[in-house]
């Protein structure tokens, strides 16, 4: 989780970044979709704050190490293998009364916070609102719209900034004949480092995708969709990846309706998605997304797998055709 986080540390945006949250309260909220830039900057951020170098941090005394290895005492992380309950909570108060032993102060991380129930946020709120002054809450999110006001109230809170591609292309190590290929996972990740990290490492998801552009752009009539059903059942395995692929490039659709075109993820086919746009209305988009996320669920719950595919191929054409 922390390979990315040296290279991080040396771009001036997320510098400046991480000064400002050294000013911050004693409890903050680290906002961002980008479960490998959240992970870096908290480490980033309690490097800087314990680092046993004049120069923080410095990745290379016992306290950064520490850090990066996530084996500091003083550094207690909730909410990574499971999401934080009740007993979570208890054990964070508990511990809020015990002083550091290595480190200036003591640091609670909670991962996927806004994951955590309604109880264990609550119990939170005391000792997040009358700290120990050696105490530092980080609570880290992807939507703070499940964060509990109460909560939001009591913390200072950060929205990360994203990566460009410039600061991408410096941060992430790929050979040169791999080119085309990072360039790609580049444009479709729109600034999000784990996106950018699992495309770039998997060997299906550019098939699946190709797939998934070729429904939107050559499925005209029902006679494609044997070809296509066929193909989809041969990546069975990844259907979760198929409906994630094809439900983003619906919703670019729609953000080109909406005059977002700025959001739509690979910047390289939005030519392609703006003549799409013109062939649909809005509500066909939207009951198309609705069409894929019933498919998914009807997937889950174990129902016949080709005839699901079937029939969601079948209704885009019905909506595409009803609704232009």
Request: glycine letters at 2%; charged letters at 25%; aromatic letters at 10%.
């Amino acid at each position: 989780m922390s390979k990315y986080l040296f290279k991080i540390s040396q771009l001036e945006k997320y510098k400046n970044f991480v000064d400002r949250l050294l000013g911050g309260k004693h409890a903050i909220i680290l906002q961002s979709d980008d479960e490998l830039l959240l992970d870096a900057i908290y480490k980033f951020l309690i490097m800087k704050c314990e680092c046993l170098d004049e120069n923080k941090p410095c990745f290379i005394c016992s306290n950064c190490q520490k850090i990066l290895d996530e084996t500091a005492v003083d550094v207690e992380l909730f909410g990574k293998e499971k999401n934080i309950l009740v007993e979570d909570s208890q054990k964070i108060v508990e511990d809020s009364f015990v002083l550091p032993l290595e480190f200036k102060s003591k640091y609670f991380v909670l991962n996927n916070f806004e994951n955590a129930t309604v109880q264990a946020q609550n119990k939170l709120l005391k000792v997040i609102e009358e700290p120990r002054e050696f105490d530092k809450f980080i609570l880290l999110v992807s939507n703070l719209n499940q964060v509990l006001p109460t909560i939001k109230s009591r913390c200072e809170i950060f929205s990360i900034p994203k990566f460009d591609n410039v600061e991408l292309q410096k941060i992430f190590d790929y050979k040169l004949n791999e080119g085309d290929k990072f360039n790609f996972a580049c444009q479709y990740s729109n600034g999000n480092l784990t996106t950018l990290n699992n495309i770039f490492y998997d060997e299906k998801f550019v098939e699946i995708y190709n797939l998934c552009r070729k429904i939107l752009t050559e499925m005209r009539n029902s006679s494609f969709v044997l070809e296509f059903s066929s193909n989809i059942i041969k990546n069975k395995d990844r259907i979760d990846t198929f409906f994630e692929i094809l439900t983003s490039l619906y919703m670019d659709i729609l953000y080109i309706k909406e005059g977002k075109t700025n959001l739509v993820k690979n910047q390289k086919i939005l030519n392609e998605l703006l003549v799409l746009s013109n062939e649909m209305n809005e509500l066909a988009v939207l009951n198309i997304i609705k069409e894929i996320q019933l498919a998914s669920q009807k997937i889950t719950s174990n129902a016949n797998f080709a005839g699901v595919i079937d029939n969601l191929l079948l209704k885009i054409l019905e909506i595409k055709h009803l609704c232009k």
